[in-house]
């Protein structure tokens, strides 16, 4: 048997919305999906999971339809959504109503249930979220449903106020495989047998790191998976530590090389570290035009080298003042304030 596993697509969401590249964003996460679609089709998989999310709302019933119309063109896949936390599911909703046209089974959430497949042996436990928060202790206890099948929990949770869980206890569970999603980070809770797959797309700047999908393979019960990078775009932390003898136009360039080198087609937050001696101003705005810069943060001291200060300049003012206070320099926040608006006055007065 051969399966994708993927979660937190966020289908409706406008990343960063009010930045430039947001509503490209919007169509690029839909395209990614719509990519893991092609994908499952090509390879011939029998079972696509959906551990929540797929939606960034309760969708309606156009939304449904729209997605209906991609997973129909799954020539052979069985797909099996669970809503989450964001898309849940009331007894109301389009969703809780809908029927799917394609071959998708969306799992109750007013209780667990399971769908088994008798041409795949294969069985499927899970319930949708019915309200945005579940704080239940559920995963910790449910027990797969067929003996003698290969049986798969699919979930969405992994905090105190979403289907929180033990991974001691998961890892020890009696089920083949268990497909986890809520949390974007992807992560291995036990190899092969119990993964959160992360978002497929990035959302917003805390998503660093490589975003896609969980692919597996199953032969005579031993299951292998692969994690598929598939994200358009990664969001990325620039960190840029100043030195004495970097200028502000030196370190625009830097900036400008290494987004150059990561690639452009990241979205980055700029942060500027280290001592700015001189009270430097830097303006990103010539790169913020070009490249996609979520942010820039800046977190410099103007710390003196006191030591080297004094060297310098011992027999004149500037050495006499800090021989006055340097004492206290390094245990004083005031007295460090003190020495350091003293010193901006006498250096750039040019007072000897």
Not at 145 to 154: D, S, T, V, Y
Not at 177 to 189: C, D, R, S, T
Not at 209 to 228: C, K, L, M, P, Q
């Amino acid at each position: 048997m051969k399966f994708i596993h993927m979660a937190d697509v966020h289908l409706g969401v406008q990343p960063d919305k009010g930045k430039p590249w947001s509503e490209a964003r919007q169509q690029e996460i839909k395209d990614t999906f719509v990519k893991v679609i092609e994908n499952a089709e090509a390879k011939q998989v029998d079972l696509l999971l959906i551990a929540g999310d797929l939606f960034h709302m309760p969708p309606s019933e156009g939304m449904l339809r729209d997605v209906d119309y991609i997973l129909s063109k799954l020539s052979k896949t069985k797909t099996i959504i669970i809503a989450g936390s964001n898309d849940y599911m009331k007894p109301d909703s389009p969703m809780a109503n809908y029927k799917f046209s394609s071959k998708t089974i969306c799992l109750s959430a007013d209780k667990i249930s399971n769908v088994y497949m008798k041409d795949l042996n294969t069985c499927v436990t899970g319930f949708s979220y019915n309200s945005k928060e579940n704080e239940d202790d559920i995963l910790n206890h449910i027990k797969p449903a067929k003996q003698g099948a290969f049986n798969i929990l699919l979930a969405h949770g992994g905090d105190a106020k979403h289907l929180p869980f033990n991974k001691k206890n998961l890892k020890e569970s009696n089920f083949d495989y268990i497909a986890l999603g809520h949390n974007h980070k992807p992560e291995v809770i036990k190899e092969n047998a119990v993964i959160m797959c992360g978002s497929l797309e990035p959302i917003d700047y805390t998503d660093t790191g490589a975003r896609g999908y969980i692919y597996g393979e199953v032969e005579n019960g031993v299951v292998h998976t692969e994690f598929v990078p598939v994200a358009k775009r990664c969001y990325m932390n620039l960190l840029i530590n100043i030195k004495p003898d970097h200028t502000p136009p030196m370190i625009v360039d830097l900036v400008d090389k290494q987004i150059r080198n990561l690639g452009t087609q990241n979205i980055y937050r700029i942060l500027v570290k280290g001592q700015n001696h001189n009270h430097d101003v830097f303006d990103f705005s010539s790169l913020m035009d070009r490249y996609n810069i979520y942010e820039v943060v800046t977190e410099t001291s103007g710390e003196y080298d006191l030591n080297a200060l004094y060297q310098e300049n011992q027999n004149n003012l500037v050495g006499k003042f800090i021989h006055q206070l340097s004492d206290n320099y390094y245990n004083d926040e005031v007295c460090k304030k003190a020495v350091h608006y003293g010193l901006d006055v006498l250096l750039k007065t040019g007072e000897r």
